[in-house]
C-alpha cells in the first residue's frame, strides 16, 4: 500500500526504549513520516526519553499527547488513554466533538468495547468514549492482539486494530456486541474516506480482504 496517512495506535514494545523506536522505524521506514501516533501502555512509562523524542525528532517539533488532524472532509482527534480522566483532555475532546456533524474519527489505545483479553479494562477510558459517543462516527483502538468491529453504540463504531505481529489474543465470539473479529491472522485496517462516508477493510497480511464495512456520517 501508499496510504496518505497511517494511524499508529500504540505499542513500542517491550517498554518503548530509544533502541526500540529504532528498531521501529528501521521497519516501516518512510511510512513513519506519515503516521499519527498515539501512546500505548507499553511505552507509556518511558514516554519520556522514547515516544516523546522519537515522534520529535520524525516531526522536527513536539507531538502533543493529544491533536487535531484532517482527512477526507473528516476531522480526526487523537487522545492519550493512559491519562483518561486527565480534565484538560476531556475538556479539550468536548470541545472538538461539538455541533451537529459526526464526521469524526477518534482514535487512541485502549479500546472502550473489547471482547477480547483486554475486556475488562473497558471502564477504564469510558469518560472519553462518553466525550464522543454519538459525535464521532468511529472511534479506532489498538492494545488488543486482534481484529474487531463492533456494531453501533450511540451511533459510534468502535474498530480495534491489534494485530500487527506480537502474538494474539483469543477474542470471545460469542459476545453479542461484535459484527465481526479475527484473532488468528496479522492483518491492518485500511480507511479510504471521502466526505459523509467511511470505507473500511481488515486487510490480512498477504493482501486478503478479511471483512469490510462502510460507516456514513453527518457533515
Known amino acids: 500500500d501508499d496510504p496518505e496517512w497511517v494511524i499508529y495506535l500504540g505499542d513500542v514494545y517491550d517498554t518503548g526504549t530509544p533502541e526500540e523506536f529504532q528498531a521501529f522505524a528501521d521497519v516501516y521506514g518512510s511510512l513513519v513520516e506519515r503516521m499519527w501516533p498515539t501512546p500505548g501502555n507499553h511505552e507509556w512509562a518511558n514516554h519520556a526519553t522514547g515516544y516523546d523524542p522519537f515522534w520529535r525528532s520524525v516531526l522536527g517539533r513536539p507531538l502533543p499527547h493529544r491533536y487535531e488532524r484532517r482527512a477526507g472532509g473528516w476531522t480526526v482527534l487523537s487522545v492519550n488513554s493512559e491519562t483518561p480522566d486527565d480534565p484538560g483532555q476531556l475538556r479539550w475532546l468536548r470541545s472538538r466533538a461539538v455541533g451537529e456533524g459526526t464526521c469524526r474519527i477518534a482514535f487512541w489505545h485502549s479500546p472502550r468495547f473489547n471482547a477480547g483479553k483486554h475486556r475488562d479494562e473497558e471502564i477504564e ?18 492494545h488488543d492482539h486482534d481484529l474487531q468491529r463492533f456494531r453501533p453504540v450511540d451511533g459510534t463504531v468502535q474498530y480495534i486494530a491489534g494485530a500487527g ?32 462516508s467511511a470505507d473500511l477493510s481488515f486487510i490480512a497480511a498477504d493482501g486478503t480482504i478479511l471483512d469490510q464495512s462502510t460507516v456514513a456520517c453527518r457533515g
Open 165 to 196: 505481529g506480537r502474538g494474539h489474543h483469543n477474542v470471545n465470539e460469542d459476545d453479542p456486541r461484535l459484527a465481526f473479529s479475527d484473532d488468528v491472522t496479522h492483518g491492518a485496517l485500511r480507511i479510504t474516506l471521502a466526505p459523509g
Open 125 to 142: 477510558v469510558a469518560g472519553l468514549w462518553d466525550a464522543v459517543a454519538g459525535r464521532a462516527a468511529i472511534v479506532l483502538s489498538g
